[in-house]
């Protein structure tokens, strides 16, 4: 089959590109010669784009014939990270050029499947019906800002059917694709408060209101009001990991800080958590006579990443002609959170996930650590899940509407 060769042929174009894009990496919105890179590369592929963001492109496939309308996105940005020469039990195939940025989220495989997807694609161009737009993100580390908010943009009147993207995961075995349905990523919110006091002499706490003291109190508070206010049935992580106040040891501040983030699948009970949060805190800091100031990003920043239940099952369907029913399998949700959910509330999505954990490789190291690492055997199941899902719906009868949030 054509489409064979045409897989064949990206083979070791797909590892090359990852390599090379990994050595590249840059942090968020900073990505000027990931972004030069990756323009170069649609260039020599031959397809139409358009720069929509200062390092975020989309690329399109016209293929002239009657068929859906299909979008594929990947993101590109490193971390802030020096990683280690090491993964979690040999030397890493390749080093980041940067001491202070890495690859430690596999975005590199990310932009390096879609490049090589849409080398497969060219080569099959004739064969091939509706439309395909290449969606490179920018900065999907800061969540759903420049990159991202971009790209919507652009595709919102383009009249997209479906978008897909595939995310390198750690918890699932190397050779493994998860297409499930429903919430796949958590939403996000901010959990950040300012606790004002006054500050004094160590040895005259009566003279003083202690705001740290307070914060702490309001810790303890929190745990206890999310026990019985949460919905049982729904999971909302506490992840408080900062609390600052004061600093010498016989001086009370005037004020203390907190900081963290609350993850969630489901938004009203994300939105609950942020008002038992700023409530617990107003009512904790008047018993002390102080008060608090929230930060602007005390409240839901992002949404949770859900896979179309249509989508999903039709993923399922179409695969496993492409990489084989055996190599499709269940995951549990991820607790992260992806700048992806801005695309699964607009359109019907499925965000996959693609296993890199190979013990014998030395790759499974959480996502963010200085060890993680990907399996690069892996990349071509990403390549053909990427193709045959787009290929295949774009000739999905039209009559078959799926709709978002279903």
Known sequence: ?????????????????RRELHQLAEPSDQEVNTFAYILEEIKQIGFSFEVVE???????????????????????????IKENENNLKRNRTCISNSDTASHLCGHDAHAAMLLASMRVLKEIQDDLVGTYYFCFEQGEELGRKKGATAILNYLEDKRIDTVWAIHVYNKLESGK???????????????????????????RPDLSNNPTFVAANILVNLGAVFINKINANETVTCGITTLNGGGTPNVFSDEATIAGSFRFFDVNEGKKAVDLFKSVSEHTAAMYDCYVEFDEKTKVLGRPVVTNKECSE????????????????PCDKWYASESFSGYTLSYP????????????????????SEFFDIDESVLMLG?????GYATSYARKSKEDKVNVGS
């Open 383 to 387: 390549v053909k899940a990427t193709v």
């Open 1 to 17: 089959m054509k489409i064979n060769d045409a897989f064949k042929h990206v083979e070791e174009y797909v590892i090359k590109i």
């Open 349 to 368: 999505s499925v965000f996959a996930f693609l296993g890199i954990n190979n013990p014998e490789d030395g790759t499974g190291a959480e996502h963010h």
């Open 177 to 203: 694709i998860c297409v499930d349905a429903g919430p796949r990523m958590a939403g996000a919110a901010g959990a950040m408060v300012k606790v004002i006091g006054k500050g004094g002499h160590g040895s």
């Open 54 to 80: 200062e390092f975020t492109v989309v690329a399109r496939l016209e293929t002239n014939k009657p068929g859906n309308i299909i979008a594929l996105r990947a993101d590109i940005d490193g971390l802030p």
């Open 314 to 329: 039709f993923a399922k369907q179409v695969l496993p002609e492409f990489i084989g029913g055996e190599n499709i399998s």
